[in-house]
C-alpha cells in the first residue's frame, strides 16, 4: 500500500506540476526508445525481489497520441535465477487531452502483451526451474526531455520492476 501511495503521489505531482506549459504530441513515425533500470522488484521466497534490473522499451507514433512497440527486459538474481519479459505494447500520450503545453513533458499509459519467463535453481535439491507465460501489462509513465531528443523517463506498472527510470530519445 506504501509503494501505492508513493506511486500516486508522483503521477500527480507530474500533472498537476505541468498544467502550465507547451504539447508534446507523438505522430506518426515519432520514435521513441527508453533505456532504464529497475527500482524495487519482485521476487519469489529468498530472493527479496533483489537483482539488478536492465529493460528498454522502443515505440513508433501510428496516429496523434498513439504509439506502439515492444519491450524487453532482464534481472539476474545473483546465483538464484533470472526474470526476463518481452512483449509488444502500445501507449496513449495525454498531453492533448489535457492541454499540457511545454513540449518538454510527455505523459502516457497503455497496455501491452507479454511474455515473461522466471528460472531458478533450487539450492536443496540441486535442480533447475523454469516457468514462464504470456501476460497483459499496464504502464504508466512521465518523460522529461532536457533537450529536442534526450530526456529522461519514469514509469511503473507491470514488468521488471516496480519502478523504471532512466534515459529516452526521441528520432
Not at 5 to 26: D, E, K, W, Y
Not at 97 to 112: I, P, R, W
Not at 133 to 139: D, F, K, P
Amino acid at each position: 500500500m506504501k509503494k501505492f501511495n508513493v506511486l500516486f503521489l508522483l503521477v500527480a505531482g507530474l500533472l498537476i506540476g505541468t498544467q502550465s506549459f507547451g504539447q508534446f504530441a507523438p505522430d506518426k513515425g515519432t520514435k521513441l526508445l527508453n533505456l532504464g533500470i529497475g527500482l524495487g522488484g519482485y521476487g519469489g521466497i529468498g530472493f527479496g525481489g533483489g537483482g539488478l534490473a536492465f529493460g528498454g522499451s522502443f515505440e513508433v507514433g501510428v496516429i496523434p497520441n498513439l504509439t506502439v512497440g515492444a519491450i524487453g527486459s532482464f534481472r539476474s538474481y545473483s546465483g538464484f535465477g533470472s526474470y526476463y519479459s518481452i512483449g509488444a505494447r502500445g501507449s496513449y500520450h495525454f498531453n492533448q487531452l489535457l492541454t499540457l503545453s511545454d513540449e518538454k513533458f510527455d505523459l502516457y499509459a497503455g497496455l501491452g502483451l507479454v511474455y515473461s519467463g522466471f528460472s531458478y535453481k533450487d539450492g536443496y535439491l540441486s535442480s533447475n526451474y523454469n516457468y514462464g507465460g504470456v501476460g497483459l501489462g499496464l504502464h504508466i509513465g512521465g518523460r522529461y526531455f532536457f533537450s529536442e531528443n534526450v530526456g529522461a523517463f519514469v514509469e511503473t506498472g507491470v514488468g521488471f520492476a516496480p519502478l523504471q527510470l532512466g534515459v529516452t530519445f526521441k528520432f
